[in-house]
Each structure stands twice: as structure tokens, then as C-alpha cells.
């Protein structure tokens, strides 16, 4: 009865397998591979996992990487489903201007987050906050309506941008400080603060429109470099697209 779930970013593929199609399933094993590398999955990482019955995953790297999924995926008699931002669904509705248009994703972690929420405590608003290639920001107010978020370059594509531009800024990885005093460390600190700012800005949006100060959660494969940057208090949850995947496959088997 294993259930693979698959997130597909601008970077890496990110996969787990769960003993269950269901909320709190038991993970059996997970893994990453770099987009450039999905052609590996069939013969290494994947090459000795029990097969999966279901697979729903999210995609937001085009068409031609999902077709190179699709690909190793044969190796198994099973369909992948690949979940499309809709209007509403598993308790969150969706306020963006053209609904299919928002990246699957960041879909897909808000309906994590929101189970998270509601399984912690009462309705309240909350902030997704998704460090991967790029980064999102995203606004929930407390009766579960996606108010919109914001899109911003993550620190690779901020450093290679300003490497591109520039005649004098390539240099090592630095480290985050409030003043910084070299080259390295004024770029890893003006990126890490470029999000924390953003982060902050939107709690204040947040915090505003709905009275009453939000959780934000974050997650992503650069999360764990932001979250001690932070200016306001986030509990980081690597977990949170594998989450939204669960319940979204639980509620659709449910109804199935
Ligand atoms: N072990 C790692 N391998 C690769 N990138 C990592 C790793 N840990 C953190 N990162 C950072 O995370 C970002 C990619 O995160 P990820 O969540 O995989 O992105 P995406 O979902 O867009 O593919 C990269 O920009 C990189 O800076
Ligand atoms: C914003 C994103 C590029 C984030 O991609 P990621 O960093 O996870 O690779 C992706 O969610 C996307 O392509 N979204 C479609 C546009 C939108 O959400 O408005
Ligand atoms: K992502």
C-alpha cells in the first residue's frame, strides 16, 4: 500500500515514501536528487524501494523534467498524479487572480500548513514561508483563505545575479552579520536580510488585515539557513509539501 510523494522544484527532486496514502503514515525512507540527476532514480535510489501504489507529487520545473519523472516512474505499473492549484482544497481556499496559476508547490505546502495549524490549536492567520530556487511568501488569513503571496530570488539566484552584474563581487560564501565588514559576508547577510525583510513585511501585511499576529511556518532546502535570521519567531518544517501531499491524497482517496 506504500504512497510516493514527489516534489519536483527548480533544483531537486525531492521524493518520500509513506506505508500509507493517509495523514500521519508512516514514513518509510526519502531522498533528493538534483534535477540533472533524475536519470539515475530507476537503477539507484529508487531501485530497491517496495513499489509504490499511489504516487501524487507536484511539479514545478516544466514539462520537460516532468516528462523525464514520468520516465523512471515506469519501472512501476502505477500512474503519478500530479496535484494542479484549484479554487479550494483540503481547507484552503485559493484567492490568486487565475487559481491554476500558481505554482503547485506553494499550493500544496499551504494545505500543509494549514493541517499543521488547525491540528496545533484554534483558527488563526498564518505565513508560509518556502526558501528553495526562488522564495515565497505566502498570506492565510484565519478561516483558511489564501490572500496572496510574494515571489523573490533565493541566495543562489540573488548571488549569481549580482556576480553577473558586477565587476568586483565574486567572492566565497560569507557569514550573516548585522554590520557586515567584507565583501562576503555584505552579500550573504544583504540576501539573508532581503528574505528576513520580506518575511517581516508580510507578517506586518498579515498582522494588520487580520488583527491578530500569525504563525509562520517555513520550509524549503535553504529553510535552515534562514530560520535563525529571523526577526519573528518561525518553526521550521522541512516536512510541510510531504504533509500537504498526505492530506491531499487521503481526502482524495476518501472521496474516490
Ligand atoms: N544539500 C543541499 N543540496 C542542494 N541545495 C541545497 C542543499 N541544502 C540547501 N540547499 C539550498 O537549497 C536551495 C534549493 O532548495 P530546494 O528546496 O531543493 O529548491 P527547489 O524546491 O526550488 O528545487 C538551493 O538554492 C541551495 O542553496
Ligand atoms: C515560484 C516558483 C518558481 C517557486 O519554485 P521553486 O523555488 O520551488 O523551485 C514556482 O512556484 C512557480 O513557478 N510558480 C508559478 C507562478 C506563481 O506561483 O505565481
Ligand atoms: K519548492
Given at each position: 500500500m506504500a504512497f510516493l510523494a514527489l516534489d519536483v522544484g527548480n533544483t531537486r527532486l525531492k521524493w518520500a515514501l509513506y506505508d500509507e496514502p493517509r495523514v500521519g503514515a508512516r514514513l518509510i525512507t526519502h531522498g533528493a536528487q538534483f534535477l540533472e540527476n533524475i536519470e539515475t532514480l530507476e537503477e539507484g535510489d529508487w531501485s530497491r524501494l517496495p513499489t509504490p501504489r499511489w504516487v501524487l507529487g507536484c511539479v514545478v520545473a516544466g514539462d520537460a523534467v516532468k516528462r523525464r519523472v514520468e520516465e523512471q516512474l515506469e519501472m512501476w505499473d502505477v500512474t503519478p498524479q500530479w496535484v494542479v492549484s484549484g479554487n479550494a482544497e483540503a481547507g484552503v481556499v485559493n484567492g490568486y487572480d487565475h487559481p491554476a496559476r500558481l505554482g503547485s508547490d506553494r499550493w500544496v505546502a499551504m494545505i500543509g500548513a494549514r493541517q499543521r495549524l488547525l491540528a496545533q490549536g484554534p483558527q488563526r492567520p498564518c505565513v508560509v514561508v518556502m526558501v528553495g530556487t526562488a522564495v515565497t511568501v505566502e498570506a492565510i488569513d484565519?478561516?483558511?483563505?489564501?490572500?496572496g503571496g510574494l515571489i523573490l530570488p533565493g541566495h543562489g539566484i540573488m548571488l549569481r545575479a549580482l556576480e553577473s552584474g558586477t565587476a568586483g563581487l565574486h567572492v566565497p560564501t560569507g557569514d550573516v552579520r548585522d554590520f557586515p565588514t567584507n565583501t562576503s559576508d555584505a552579500l550573504t547577510s544583504g540576501g539573508t536580510f532581503a528574505i528576513a525583510g520580506a518575511v517581516q513585511r508580510m507578517v506586518e501585511n498579515l498582522s494588520r488585515h487580520c488583527g491578530e499576529a500569525p504563525v509562520v511556518y517555513m520550509t524549503g532546502g535553504a529553510g535552515w539557513k534562514m530560520a535563525p535570521s529571523m526577526s519573528t519567531e518561525v518553526e521550521l518544517v522541512e516536512s510541510l509539501i510531504f504533509d500537504g501531499l498526505l492530506h491531499i491524497a487521503s481526502q482524495r482517496l476518501a472521496v474516490a
Amino acid at each position: 500500500m506504500a504512497f510516493l510523494a514527489l516534489d519536483v522544484g527548480n533544483t531537486r527532486l525531492k521524493w518520500a515514501l509513506y506505508d500509507e496514502p493517509r495523514v500521519g503514515a508512516r514514513l518509510i525512507t526519502h531522498g533528493a536528487q538534483f534535477l540533472e540527476n533524475i536519470e539515475t532514480l530507476e537503477e539507484g535510489d529508487w531501485s530497491r524501494l517496495p513499489t509504490p501504489r499511489w504516487v501524487l507529487g507536484c511539479v514545478v520545473a516544466g514539462d520537460a523534467v516532468k516528462r523525464r519523472v514520468e520516465e523512471q516512474l515506469e519501472m512501476w505499473d502505477v500512474t503519478p498524479q500530479w496535484v494542479v492549484s484549484g479554487n479550494a482544497e483540503a481547507g484552503v481556499v485559493n484567492g490568486y487572480d487565475h487559481p491554476a496559476r500558481l505554482g503547485s508547490d506553494r499550493w500544496v505546502a499551504m494545505i500543509g500548513a494549514r493541517q499543521r495549524l488547525l491540528a496545533q490549536g484554534p483558527q488563526r492567520p498564518c505565513v508560509v514561508v518556502m526558501v528553495g530556487t526562488a522564495v515565497t511568501v505566502e498570506a492565510i488569513d484565519a478561516e483558511g483563505k489564501f490572500l496572496g503571496g510574494l515571489i523573490l530570488p533565493g541566495h543562489g539566484i540573488m548571488l549569481r545575479a549580482l556576480e553577473s552584474g558586477t565587476a568586483g563581487l565574486h567572492v566565497p560564501t560569507g557569514d550573516v552579520r548585522d554590520f557586515p565588514t567584507n565583501t562576503s559576508d555584505a552579500l550573504t547577510s544583504g540576501g539573508t536580510f532581503a528574505i528576513a525583510g520580506a518575511v517581516q513585511r508580510m507578517v506586518e501585511n498579515l498582522s494588520r488585515h487580520c488583527g491578530e499576529a500569525p504563525v509562520v511556518y517555513m520550509t524549503g532546502g535553504a529553510g535552515w539557513k534562514m530560520a535563525p535570521s529571523m526577526s519573528t519567531e518561525v518553526e521550521l518544517v522541512e516536512s510541510l509539501i510531504f504533509d500537504g501531499l498526505l492530506h491531499i491524497a487521503s481526502q482524495r482517496l476518501a472521496v474516490a
